[in-house]
């Protein structure tokens, strides 16, 4: 079965004012879309590595073969890392999250806040094109950033939050200013979609 490209699970202009409509086709049915048919390239005639699913091949680089490894790397972490963005933000979200997850902060962190400064610094001081990361790292909660698709996923942690700060994630409304739209995409989270993720982990 090739890879395919999820259904983005709202509307396109459903992130406004925070990130906008056109941002949003582009980056979904453009960017995300060619990191699937890249991949689907790459794996042809690899039924073997055809059958693997995304986590399996990032959770275990070193099983793919040499010779394609850096360009499936790079287009098998851009899907991931695209699935996880889009389904954790949604309109009407944003705040604070609740129960375990809050608890699991504060241990973690100090604060919801220092937590929020973290991530944030993480996210607006990665060098080029990457991302900003919240994982589940054995039994506590990390902030990490990661260079072009990278994923903590190949570290052995568990993703369950991410902010994407390559240009066309936010270059069409922000121009150069990073700072400003990770700041806005704050009040994107679905920490509903976050906290599943993350008891899926404590289980
Ligand atoms: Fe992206």
Redesign the pocket.
Known sequence: MPHELPKLPYAYDALEPYIDAKTVEI?HDK?HAAYVNNLNKLLEGRPELQAKTLDQILTSLLAIPQEIRAGVTFNAGGIAN?NLYWSTMSPNAGGEPTGDLADAIKESFGSFQDFKQKLTDAAVKQFGSGWGWLTVDGNKLTISSTLNHDTPLSQGKKPILIV?V?E??YYLKYQNKRADYVTNWWNLIDWDAVTKLFMMTTK
Do not use: K, L, N, R
Request: aromatic share 14%.
């Open positions: 980056h960017h695209h994407d390559w066309h994630a």
